[in-house]
């Protein structure tokens, strides 16, 4: 298993940079994003101080470059395609989604 940098919500209003966190695994229906720049909007700090819960990881916005494509994936993205889109951090059910570590897993057919 690899690992990644990434950014984690430690405690209501604080987060932690940690370098041991898995590199998510491909779903069918999503693409495999080495994350390379992200967006700030407030949402993202109201989270980290009001709504995310220990330990997952946060941000909506992303730019970066495809490393796979889910089997399901309709759009015909290829490695290598630069690509925008956003992400549902904060996202306790899939506490892996979040656009702050350097690898992503991003819903393919919404990008």
């Given amino acids: 298993m690899s690992f990644q940098k990434a950014i984690v ?12 966190k898995p590199i ?4 069918d229906n999503c ?13 993202d700090w109201k989270h ?5 819960p ?5 941000r909506w916005d992303y730019a970066g470059i495809v490393q796979d494509v ?9 490695k290598g395609d630069r690509v925008c889109g956003f992400v549902h951090g904060s996202n306790t059910v899939q506490p892996e989604d979040g656009a ?9 057919n919404l990008q």
């Fill in 54 to 58: 220990r330990g997952v990881l946060v």
């Fill in 9 to 20: 919500v430690d405690s209501p209003k604080n987060v932690q940079l940690v370098n041991n």
């Fill in 48 to 52: 980290i101080d009001f709504l995310a």
């Fill in 70 to 78: 889910g089997k399901e994936v309709k759009k015909s993205f290829k």
């Fill in 24 to 27: 998510p695994t491909l779903r």
């Fill in 100 to 108: 702050f570590p350097e690898y992503i897993v991003a819903k393919g």
């Fill in 31 to 43: 693409v495999l994003v080495n994350n390379v720049s992200v967006a700030l909007n407030p949402i």
